[in-house]
């Protein structure tokens, strides 16, 4: 079985928008015509223009460049917007200038179909509908080529879901052990117990041994509770963000780890949110990457792995022969 797909909408996005904006030019030429003499007058009163260029020249530039910006970006957007599909997770990623993302867990799930128009059906394009349930749409994949290819394979994702290896290892478990090379506890993932505010700090702490564990052979990252094991609950971390819950928490852990670690590796790592002693503790399951992962702290590119208990930086000399052995088929570490 396939581990990610990744889905384009159909070129036919790029075809309407261009029909759109052509449509959009005719009239905008015949709303400036319409304006007479008025629109000639402007030009003459532009300093320096009319002595180096012609107004017809000129309206033609203006039309034609304006046509040309946007028809590029509507080229821009379809190109730059895809759907990446795994086992666990599907991500929606859009925007040209200013990069958003959206991130629907497979587990929220239900089921899956498409529909088509009848120039769609003709054309092989059409959309897909996901469902938390049979009523409720999660998320719509508009305008994608031959939709039933993909939609069997996300049937196919939602019948045989993909573990992490050992996500359901029980925290009771997790919590009996010390820490070691494949786990490690944390009070919070941003909420400072000492200074009682947010510490950006702390969610370096805990993304750094999330790319140490995807370095080297996975693991689990418990967060909420102190050093002797004892649940402390996220309710401290809840209060600093916007949705109080652990649908919040998961978001706000989801944006941090795409800006430090990046998307396409966010299906290896899973959370779940377990009670221990009437508190939610967060459990983050980490399978192991495939290719070597490297972490971004301002503007800075670190790679970690573990040792013990504990998350080593590497030196490029040293992350590039660890590469090489762990990672053979890689020819380089870039």
Do not use: C
């Not at 790029?14 to 030009?43: D, P, Q």
């Not at 290892?169 to 919590?175: D, G, R």
């Amino acid at each position: 079985m396939q581990t990610e797909i990744n889905i384009r909408r159909s070129p036919i996005v790029v075809i309407r928008t261009l029909v759109l904006i052509e449509l959009a030019a005719f009239v905008l030429y015949y709303l400036v015509a319409a304006l007479g003499n008025h629109k000639y007058e402007f030009f003459l009163q532009l300093p320096l223009v009319p002595s180096l260029i012609s107004y017809q020249a000129l309206k033609f530039l203006v039309l034609s460049g304006a046509q040309f910006v946007i028809t590029v970006y509507a080229f821009l957007s379809w190109y730059y917007e895809s759907y990446l599909v795994t086992p666990r997770m599907i991500s929606h990623y859009k925007g040209v200038f200013f990069k958003k993302s959206r991130n629907v867990p497979m587990r929220e799930l239900s089921s899956v179909s498409s529909s088509a128009s009848p120039l769609g059906k003709f054309l092989h394009y059409g959309s897909i509908y996901l469902h938390s349930n049979s009523s409720v749409i999660s998320l719509v994949l508009p305008d994608i080529s031959y939709p039933k290819k993909y939609l069997d394979l996300i049937t196919e994702f939602l019948s045989n879901p993909h573990q992490v290896p050992g996500e359901h290892t029980h925290v009771t478990e997790l919590l009996a052990q010390e820490e070691h090379e494949k786990l490690e506890f944390k009070s919070s993932l941003r909420f400072d117990q000492r200074s009682k505010q947010v510490n950006r700090e702390l969610e370096k702490m805990a993304m750094k041994t999330v790319a140490a564990f995807l370095n080297s052979g996975g693991g689990h990252l418990v967060i909420g509770v102190d050093d002797s094991r004892e649940p402390l609950g996220l309710e401290a971390d809840y209060k600093t963000l916007g949705r109080q819950n652990s649908d919040g928490f998961e978001s706000h852990f989801t944006q941090i780890f795409n800006a430090m670690i990046g998307p396409d590796l966010r299906h290896l790592v899973r959370l779940r949110f377990p009670t221990v002693q009437g508190r939610e503790v967060a459990v983050v399951d980490v399978a192991p990457s495939a290719v070597p992962v490297y972490l971004r702290v301002d503007n800075t590119e670190h790679f970690y792995v573990r040792t013990g208990n504990i998350s080593t930086p590497l030196k490029m000399s040293e992350a590039e022969s660890y590469a090489r052995a762990r990672w053979p088929q890689q020819i380089s570490v870039s």
